[in-house]
């Protein structure tokens, strides 16, 4: 993962249509990401073994691969832990998104879908607090030790804000 703000998110779209995946890349593109793509299971954890990402979005279907047992098999990965995965899909399977959820689905989105909406949660998926936690506990200073406290300067910083009128 990148430090705070100091570098754009890098994205791993995975889809196995050639189309959408490129569609959903030149959005994320536009919308500042750096994008990397996967048609298939073996390039997507190949790309997760040597890249460090910010987020995964996958298609539920890769075309006889299933996008929810690869991302079991992504965040098994040395670093994927707390890598975010959104899942995109056509399925209109009753319990697809109970199962995406399950998988470790930051969201699901159903396509075709508005690409306003999917920056928008592709936005909201790189700040969930367990993800801001992590990216602040790698960049963490180193601690400092612990001093006893300084009763008298604690009274003066707390009585600082208050005004004595003159006499």
């Known amino acids: 993962m990148k430090p705070l703000a100091s570098q754009p998110a890098e994205l791993l779209v995975i889809d196995n249509d050639p189309l959408t995946l490129m569609g959903t890349a030149a959005v994320l593109d536009l919308a500042g990401y750096v994008c990397h793509c996967a048609r298939d299971r073996q390039a ?3 790309t997760a ?6 987020l995964v979005i996958c298609d539920v279907n890769l075309g006889g691969d299933s996008g929810l047992d690869l991302s ?3 965040r098994a990965l040395p670093g994927m832990q707390d890598v975010p995965v959104m899942f995109v899909s056509s399925s209109q399977l009753p319990d697809i998104v109970r199962r995406s959820h399950e998988a470790g689905a930051a969201y699901y989105l159903r396509k075709p ?3 306003d909406v999917l920056v928008e949660l592709v936005g909201k ?3 969930l607090p367990h993800i801001v936690q992590s ?3 790698m960049h963490e200073p180193a601690p400092q030790p612990v001093r006893p406290p300084n009763r008298l300067r604690s ?3 707390a009585l600082s804000g208050i005004r004595m009128p003159l006499a």
């Open 44 to 46: 997507a954890l190949k």
């Open 49 to 54: 073994q040597s890249i460090a990402l910010d």
């Open 72 to 74: 079991r098999q992504l």
């Open 113 to 115: 879908f508005d690409p």
């Open 125 to 127: 998926a790189l700040w």
């Open 135 to 137: 990216r602040l506990a």
């Open 155 to 157: 009274t003066v910083e």
